[in-house]
T-cell receptor
Framework: GAVVSQHPSWVICKSGTSVKIECRSL??????MFWYRQFPKQSLMLMAT?????????EQGVEKDKFLINHASLTLSTLTVTSAHPEDSSFYIC??????????FGSGTRLTVV | AQSVTQLDSQVPVFEEAPVELRCNYS??????LFWYVQYPNQGLQLLLK??????LVESINGFEAEFNKSQTSFHLRKPSVHISDTAEYFC????????????FGKGTTLSVSS
């Protein structure tokens, strides 16, 4: 079946630094990538939608300058949390969509900003 | 825009008892419906989905869900739960259109005890 490789699985960074999270679709091409954020004991909140080669569409309330999304190819999307602060600490999950496999989720990245 | 309501935030049950996790959705267009399971500190695993056809869908581990268009529901059921079914369960909906994201409910914590 389809696999989306997301890494790192966890990262600790200092306040003010930037962190990049990668998602790769293995053995299939993702027409669309989605990025979600999940706070402890809460649901997944859609942050943005990105299509290869075009700018990401951000949900209301998500700062596009803070959460930079790049979808350079049909198999790779990255989320960069810029100038991270403790309130950015969360679980980030990507999802790749393809016509054949539907939605495939990465295993998530636990970000802790100290 | 579509939305998902999971009516129960927590459902405690005893082992081998039946369980139903409720999910209602709202959408102005036709939808796809999904149930995902999440174990602690892990990503999402697809449990089952309704795309079209038979309104009753089943998973390999004994769960089933029935799409009820008139009641806009997609409740998840299992006739006899195991301790290992303890997890967070998310109902999700997407519009029947290319490129649309999954929208998740707030989740239901299923706690199975002996």
């Amino acid at each position: 079946g389809a696999v989306v490789s997301q890494h790192p699985s966890w990262v600790i960074c200092k306040s003010g630094t930037s962190v990049k999270i990668e998602c790769r679709s293995l053995d299939f091409q993702a027409t669309t990538m989605f990025w979600y954020r999940q706070f402890p004991k809460q649901s997944l909140m859609l942050m943005a939608t990105s299509n290869e080669g075009s700018k990401a569409t951000y949900e209301q309330g998500v700062e596009k300058d803070k959460f930079l999304i790049n979808h350079a190819s049909l198999t790779l999307s990255t989320l960069t949390v810029t100038s991270a602060h403790p309130e950015d600490s969360s679980f980030y999950i990507c999802s790749a969509k393809s016509e054949f496999y539907g939605y495939t989720f990465g295993s998530g990245t636990r970000l802790t900003v100290v | 825009a579509q939305s998902v309501t999971q009516l129960d935030s927590q459902v405690p049950v005893f082992e081998e008892a039946p369980v139903e996790l409720r999910c209602n959705y709202s959408s102005s267009v036709s939808v796809y419906l999904f149930w995902y399971v999440q174990y602690p500190n892990q990503g999402l695993q697809l449990l089952l989905k309704y795309l079209s056809g038979s309104t009753l869908v089943e998973s390999i581990n004994g769960f089933e869900a029935e799409f009820n268009k008139s009641q806009t529901s997609f409740h998840l059921r299992k006739p006899s739960v195991h301790i290992s079914d303890t997890a967070e369960y998310f109902c999700a909906v997407s519009e029947n259109q290319a490129g649309t994201a999954l929208i998740f409910g707030k989740g239901t914590t299923l706690s199975v005890s002996s």
